[in-house]
């Protein structure tokens, strides 16, 4: 029987690498790698050997056979992809090799002296990078963070109720204690340590620091009270450390979140469901309680084009209509929503809609009381944010109404997308919210790189950044072999000695990473949980010094 791949696929291609057959696809090297919304198995050619799911960081792959519930639609999936495509031959790729090997070239001479490279940001690109480093080279690696505990969009990112994704931090976490890492965690370039003075102690340094901030709608009313970031909602639930407990606040029974992807959809998600069902993941206490106590019943996602176009990704919508105790509506106001879901082709994203319940939802009126809803709005944007003193309506564009349709909401949410932050010493182009870059070379700064959505913009899921970081690895090395990287004037104990006197207690290695973990996870026993998240600075150094915590605190 063959096997199939499931909503959580996070596209790294290590499946792709152990498959014996050339039977899953896209593989790096084929156009559609980059953009795909997640890898597929070919049910004609697989042979059931199971060797991708073994080799799956985050258990996405499953035989078809035992698929059950909302993952049974995943078969039909996974044959769809190959419905229009021509057999693979059943031969490794040339370009992405079996049993793991990079698809950048990494001819180092067998008696090149190591390197030592610091790679700064602990999330997916800053360990896939670390991880090619460490398993094909003989570098040694420092391992930075502003934060005291390591992880990124992993941590931070994922949404608690899709624990198999947070997997992949496993499969990075393997590498914390290798021989040649140093972990040095609660350190942020440019506050405690400048880029000079971090260049001076390496070969190399690879910033892999993600795209931080969001997008802004640019209406009249964004800042008031309670319009709020997708980015602050996410770092609120995930229990991030310089997000406040009460930075999110729910005084409405309806929630508007601008946007339709799939952040936007983990929002709507995490607010409508069941807090008892949350209250088994690793979601932020603070957070749990806010949800429990909440009068949430609705939330409307806003997008600004047709359903046609909609940015969320088939995995996460089909998660949404199997959400229990939650219905999932249409607002077929527009006459042009329902017309491009009635006309879409098979393989087509308004398809998906189809036997989804279409009302012209009455905006006057309160939310159902009897049950909790997500409304999809299309062909609709946010034109105000209205209210005095915080918000309480917002004003969005419809199709017929010259000033629009209002409203009315306490909690506006707008997740548009995020954005890299300019990092010290290095350029930076305002325009996409990156640094310049040729394959991973920061242009004009020898030695520095850059990885993952500060390379390359926010996109793409977890596995979308091996690649990434595969490149600039290779970038690295072939300046190495040319002898293109400028020499260490300090030593890794000279760097040690500096961060000690600038950070102090601060300073998290890795014995106090994994402290923190077994903290973390003996609170989570106590309440039946995975893990009970520390949500503080303080919390979190407190445990990495081995600082006597409440297990229930």
């Known amino acids: 029987m063959t096997y199939a791949i499931t909503q959580t696929c996070c596209n790294d291609a290590t499946c792709i690498a152990v498959c014996p057959v050339n039977c899953i696809h896209p593989t790096p090297d084929e156009p559609d790698f980059g953009t795909t919304e997640m890898l597929y198995i070919d049910p004609k050619s697989c042979i059931d050997c199971g060797a991708c799911a073994d080799a799956c960081p985050v258990d996405a792959i499953f035989p078809a056979d035992r698929l059950t519930g909302r993952l049974r639609e995943y078969e039909a999936v996974n044959a769809s992809y190959y419905a229009d495509r021509t057999p693979a031959p059943v031969l490794a790729s040339p370009n992405f090799h079996a049993w793991g090997e990079p698809a950048f070239d990494r001819s180092i001479p067998a008696d090149f002296a190591p390197i030592r490279v610091a790679v700064v940001g602990t999330g997916p690109a800053g360990m896939y990078a670390a991880e090619d480093l460490l398993l094909h080279t003989n570098a040694e690696v420092t391992l930075i963070d502003r934060l005291p505990v390591a992880g990124g969009l992993v941590r931070y990112g994922v949404a608690p109720d899709h624990p198999a994704t947070k997997g992949a931090g496993e499969a990075f976490a393997r590498f914390h204690g290798h021989p040649r890492v ?273 390379k390359r913009g926010p996109s793409g899921g977890i596995g979308a950044n091996r690649s990434c970081a595969e490149e600039t690895v290779g970038t690295l090395l072939s300046d190495a072999v040319a002898g293109r990287l400028p020499a260490p004037t300090g030593t890794s104990r000279d760097f040690r000695r500096l961060l000690r006197q600038r950070v102090g207690r601060g300073l998290v290695d890795a014995r106090g990473l994994a402290s923190i973990e077994r903290v973390e996870r003996a609170r989570g026993r106590k309440a039946g949980r995975p893990r009970v998240k520390l949500a503080t600075v303080p919390e979190l150094v407190a445990a990495a010094g081995g600082g006597r915590l409440r297990l229930s605190g």
Do not use: C
Not at 190 to 202: C, Q
Not at 230 to 235: C, D, G, I, L, P
């Open 182 to 454: 140093q972990v040095r965690l609660g350190v942020e370039v440019g506050r405690d340590v400048t880029p000079e003075e971090l260049a001076a102690h390496h070969h190399a340094v690879v910033y892999a620091v993600g795209a931080s901030s969001d997008r802004r709608l640019g209406i009249p009313g964004e800042d008031l009270p309670g319009s709020v970031s997708a980015t602050s909602v996410v770092s609120w639930y995930n229990a991030h450390p310089e997000t406040e407990a009460d930075a999110v606040r729910f005084p409405t029974e309806r929630v508007v979140v601008v946007g339709n992807g799939n952040v936007a959809l983990d929002v709507a998600r995490v607010l409508v469901m069941d807090p008892e069902d949350l209250a088994r993941t690793d979601i932020a206490d603070h957070a749990l309680a806010a949800l429990r106590d909440a009068r949430v019943r609705e939330v409307v996602l806003l997008g600004r084009r047709g359903p046609e176009d909609a940015a969320y990704t088939t995995s996460e919508l089909l998660a949404l209509k199997h959400l229990p105790g939650v219905d999932l509506v249409v607002d077929d106001a527009d006459p042009r929503t329902g017309a491009a879901i009635d006309a879409a082709g098979p393989r087509a994203k308004a398809a998906l809609l189809r036997g989804l319940e279409r009302e012209a939802v009455d905006w006057t009126a309160a939310p159902p009381r009897d049950r909790r809803r997500i409304v999809l709005r299309f062909h609709s944007a946010p034109v105000e944010a209205l209210g005095d003193d915080a918000v309480r309506a917002v004003r969005v564009t419809e199709e017929g109404a010259t000033a629009g349709r209002e409203i009315g909401t306490g909690l506006l949410v707008r997740a548009v997308g995020y954005r890299g932050l300019p990092l010290a010493g290095l350029p930076f182009e305002e325009s996409t919210g990156t640094v310049p870059h040729a394959a991973g070379r920061v242009a004009g700064a020898p030695g520095n790189y850059v990885v993952g959505w500060i």
